[in-house]
């Protein structure tokens, strides 16, 4: 390990000394790390750098803090568990900014998870210009999610269920006899409702269509729930007769019109089978009380500055500080600058001081480059990377000291243009007192750090080991670095060689795309090309490829889309909390033949229990267990493939179930998952063990990293292209057996596009991927762009959304869109080969493409 003399690691108390860590493949690091700066945290994925950030810093620092928390509560709090680590000296408490998601919903948004929304409800109670003769409401009265704000119909939610007609009803020439009303139960219970329709005077055998309106309405949305007498085994004529002449019925029924038996099942019934049914009939409108505002009447009635409070919410937030300008305004609050007339006193100091306070809020999300959001924006509709700068932002304004900031890329899924204001404030945190600790593959946001720490050299256990440790300039005489060939303009060359840009075959054209802030935009691709859309965060990259590109394909030219498998989203999802469907509309046109499949690969992860794991969402697996099951030893005891899986009883460990790990429940400190005693966490019973395979046991081959599995497999055709997919997009590191659940989203949409590359490419699919190299590093970026690019030279287009400008300027094609975001963004800037691109005036893009295209030539 190298450091600088003199340097703050080597002056005691300004350090955080960290010894033996061996977390994941940490091989036992010693390092010393300076406090009170920027510490960026570098190496090619895989490598160890997250291991010892988080996995060993901030886990430490967590721990400490829990044995200072009353018992009790421990029991309630989410725990990251013990590091694997001698020792941590020097170690102040510690806040994680990860990239992950946490489970939000419909209720959780910009406003609320940034403390905004907070202020804006004071300032529309305070200084809020109500009715005459309304009475004053509190804060709360302004949130749809508390009992005295929401809307006594929606309850806070906007929208409202129905029961369409032609839902309930989707062939009105068929009788009720012949089961026109659809949504009613076909089984003893239909038979009931019908058979009191015809007590009640309905003919259940003409078509529905030919019956009274006023009948038809009733049988539908009656909210009465009469008795009626039921007369088993009587004719319709024979039945009337009866309930004329008084006869005793065979029982009696309650009745339930169609739209009210549908609610009813959908909220109550204990069947999953039958409230999933209920669903298909139900659709979410818009509260016709608070036309999906989510508001009390009394709260929508007060306004500022001329607009309600649901209309602030959903204003970008930078027009919500232009809107909040005027107000500290010095003539603000007088007959001059108000329709309202004059205020008082007391009032427009309030107004001052509370739009002060929102502006100091709101500034460090707009320099964060989220300016374009809105705070109706709900949480779980932003990406990993918004979500991570939206706390960042947040931990600005608790004006903490003193603390250790541990983030996880920062710059992820942002644009070059916003990298300035994100240093600025992980800058301003360090001023403030605080130690910043960085996970970054961005090279300008690592060029800004104060010290690095590489690990490496390489992935898996080929990395876990301090390459470097000290003052940035210091890494250029680091051997061992790969980071420092790409730091450095002087370093040894990494570029790939210069390759001629494809001009495409033919063109696919997307006319008139409108959706979310696209506004009648028109497009063009070239087919057979490798195409970068790029812009700044916000401006509709994402919205043009993951929706209009694939709809309008799907819709126009008949393409096959398909999604490359991801976690399955609940199919019981509330339509009530998706909202309103969004629809794209436009034109697409091109040569139908020339792209017959769309493949989406997204980041969506590939399960969430241990037993999903990368050999057997690829397949390779499969042929591994064949394998074991053709050796001798297992022929003769006649054990078949299944032998070898552990989600089976006949293979499997019988204690842990196929788990390898046992919860060890430890009352007031954290669950514990300690190997399991009986298979020593290899998932598998003792006989199964026996066999072996080239003297390893099938635990053993899980075991194997995917590069050492590649040596070991070596002459096997069958594997060996499972294996070379997953190098081929720089997966090498990560071992077979490897849950799913420890998977990055970025190595989660890797391990999805290599299942795809063992296709037989006919070169007539187009792949579409949202920031594939989001959480790589140079290195692996280059040979994962590398083999997108021999996917075009099969004939394939590839179309990427990119704010990695060394991968752009190798595209063949960029799209820029802009030039802003939100509302300001969701056009096409410039369009045209990266050095055209490069020349835009106009393009926030441009500049960051001209010098990623100087260093490459």
Avoid at 171 to 193: F, N, V
Avoid at 234 to 241: A, C, G, I, M, Q
Avoid at 407 to 418: I, K, T
């Amino acid at each position: 390990m190298n450091h600088t003399d003199g340097s703050p690691a080597t002056t005691g108390s300004g350090r955080v000394r960290v010894r033996g860590a061996r977390e994941h493949n940490l091989q036992s690091v010693d390092v010393d790390i300076p406090r009170d700066a920027l510490v960026a945290f570098t190496g090619v994925s895989g490598s160890g750098k997250s291991s010892l950030a988080f996995g060993t810093v901030y886990a430490e620092a967590q721990r400490r803090f829990f044995e200072s928390v009353a018992p009790y509560a421990r029991r309630l709090i989410d725990q990251v568990g013990v590091p694997d680590v001698d020792s941590i000296d020097g170690l102040p408490p510690a806040v994680a900014l990860p990239q992950r998601r946490t489970s939000g919903t419909a209720r959780s948004t910009v406003g609320s998870a940034s403390t905004v929304a907070n202020v804006v409800r004071m300032l529309f109670s305070r200084v809020g210009t109500y009715p005459a003769g309304a009475p004053m409401l509190f804060a709360e009265d302004f949130s749809a999610n508390t009992v005295q704000g929401a809307c006594p119909e929606c309850h806070g939610l906007g929208r409202v269920y129905d029961v369409p007609e032609d839902l309930m009803v989707p062939d009105d020439s068929l009788s009720i006899r012949e089961k026109a009303l659809a949504a009613w139960p076909t089984a003893w219970h239909g038979k009931q409702l019908q058979d009191s329709l015809v007590s009640l005077g309905y003919d259940i055998d003409v078509p529905w269509r030919d019956l009274p309106a006023d009948q038809r309405n009733w049988a539908l949305y009656t909210q009465e729930s009469p008795q009626v007498p039921i007369f088993r085994d009587l004719s319709p004529r024979d039945v009337r007769k009866a309930v004329a002449s008084g006869a005793e019925p065979s029982y009696m029924s309650t009745f339930l019109g169609v739209k009210r038996y549908v609610l009813d099942t959908f909220a109550s019934s204990k069947s999953a089978r039958m409230r999933e049914k209920a669903a298909g009939f139900l659709v979410s409108v818009r509260c016709p009380t608070c036309g999906g505002k989510r508001l009390k009447p009394d709260a929508l009635a007060v306004t500022f500055e001329g607009r309600d409070i649901t209309e602030v919410s959903s204003m970008p937030l930078e027009e919500v500080t232009r809107l909040m300008e005027r107000v500290l305004l010095p003539d603000w609050g007088t007959s001059r600058l108000s329709s309202e007339g004059d205020l008082p006193p007391e009032k427009r100091l309030a107004a001052q001081r509370l739009v002060s306070e929102l502006r100091g809020r709101l500034s460090p999300l707009i320099d964060l480059g989220l300016g374009y959001l809105t705070l109706d924006r709900t949480t779980p509709t932003l990406s990993s990377g918004e979500l991570q700068r939206m706390r960042l932002a947040t931990q600005v304004l608790s004006r903490l000291f003193g603390v250790v900031f541990v983030l996880d890329e920062p710059s992820a899924g942002l644009h070059p243009a916003d990298t300035e204001a994100l240093v600025g404030i992980l800058k301003s945190l360090r001023d403030s007192g605080n130690t910043v600790f960085y996970v970054e593959h961005s090279l300008d946001v690592i060029r800004e750090a104060d010290w690095i720490v590489d690990i490496g050299p390489g992935a898996g256990i080929a990395g876990g080991t301090v390459v470097y440790s000290g003052e940035i300039e210091g890494l250029r005489s680091a051997k061992d670095s790969v980071t420092r060939r790409y730091l450095f303009d002087d370093s040894d060359p990494v570029a790939a060689p210069l390759r001629q840009r494809r001009p495409g075959d033919t063109r696919l054209v997307l006319s008139d795309v409108t959706r979310n802030n696209l506004s009648d935009v028109s497009v063009s691709f070239p087919l057979g090309a490798f195409t970068a859309i790029t812009g700044v965060s916000g401006s509709g990259k994402s919205t043009l490829l993951n929706h209009g590109i694939p709809d309008l394909l799907a819709r126009d030219l008949a393409s096959a889309t398909e999604e490359v498998e991801g976690e399955a989203e609940s199919a019981a999802e509330d339509p009530l909390l998706s909202g309103s469907p969004t629809t794209t509309s436009g034109r697409a046109s091109g040569p139908a033949d020339r792209v017959r499949r769309v493949v989406q690969v997204t980041q969506k992860p590939i399960g969430r229990t241990p037993r999903s794991n990368v050999a057997t969402y690829t397949g390779v697996f499969d042929q591994i267990r064949r394998r074991f099951a053709a050796t001798p030893e297992a022929r003769q005891r006649h054990y078949g493939a299944s032998r070898f899986s552990f989600n089976l009883p006949s293979g499997r460990c019988p204690v842990c179930r196929g788990e390898g790990m046992i919860e060890v429940e430890l009352l007031f400190l954290p669950t514990v998952h300690a190997p399991c005693t009986a298979c020593a966490g290899t998932r598998y019973n003792a006989e199964t063990l026996e066999i072996r395979l080239n003297g390893m046991t099938v635990a053993d081959v899980l075991a194997l990293s995917v590069s050492r599995a590649r040596e070991f497999f070596d002459e096997d055709t069958d594997v060996v292209p499972h294996l070379d997919a997953l190098l081929d997009v720089g997966l090498g590191y990560i071992s077979l057996g490897q849950s799913a659940t420890e998977l990055s989203g970025g190595e989660a949409q890797r391990v999805k596009l290599a299942s795809e590359l063992r296709r037989a490419q006919r070169g007539d699919t187009l792949y579409l991927l949202d920031e594939p190299t989001s959480g790589l590093h140079p290195a692996d970026s280059d040979r994962l762009i590398g083999h997108l690019q021999r996917l075009v030279d099969g004939g394939n287009t590839v179309i990427v959304v990119e704010h990695d400008m060394r991968v752009v300027a190798e595209a063949d094609w960029v799209i820029d869109l802009g030039p802003g975001a939100g509302d300001a963004g969701g056009q096409i800037v410039a369009e045209g080969t990266p050095e055209a691109v490069a020349g835009s005036a106009e393009s926030r893009t441009a500049p960051f493409l001209k010098t990623a295209l100087e260093r490459r030539s």
